[in-house]
């Protein structure tokens, strides 16, 4: 699972599986059917980042909802800071995509 879901080398526990003896299947019941539930933190994650990263720079350059938030003592660098943190952690998944450790960017342009 860990080769198949490309997993970031700095998660000590990428891939966690639960099983459950009653089938979730019931078109086909069978005393033999069992239930696999598998939840693994790979570096897919880098693209979904990326996304969020970029429609929320859109908005907060448009000063969307900005006032909502102002209003409860959040500014315009508090926005900022946070999505240099998210961009952070996408670099961080997209080099374990690419097999090296953080901080190693061998043949990485970033």
């Known amino acids: 699972l860990r080769?198949?879901?490309r997993c970031v080398p700095w998660n000590p526990f990428p891939v966690d599986?639960?099983?459950d003896p009653r089938s979730v299947l019931r078109r086909h019941p069978s005393p033999s059917s069992r239930s696999l539930t598998v939840c693994s933190n790979h570096s897919g994650a880098a693209a979904l980042l990326r996304r969020v990263d970029e429609r929320v720079r859109v908005m907060l350059h448009s000063r969307a909802y900005l006032h909502w938030y102002q209003r409860y003592g959040c500014e315009?660098?508090?926005f900022l800071q946070a999505l240099d943190t998210?961009?952070?952690v996408e670099q961080e998944y997209s080099v374990?995509?690419?097999g090296l450790s953080v901080g190693d960017t061998r043949?990485?342009?970033i």
């Open 96 to 98: 374990g995509a690419r």
């Open 107 to 109: 043949g990485v342009g």
């Open 86 to 88: 998210l961009k952070t």
């Open 76 to 78: 315009e660098s508090d």
């Open 3 to 5: 080769q198949g879901h």
């Open 17 to 19: 599986y639960w099983t």
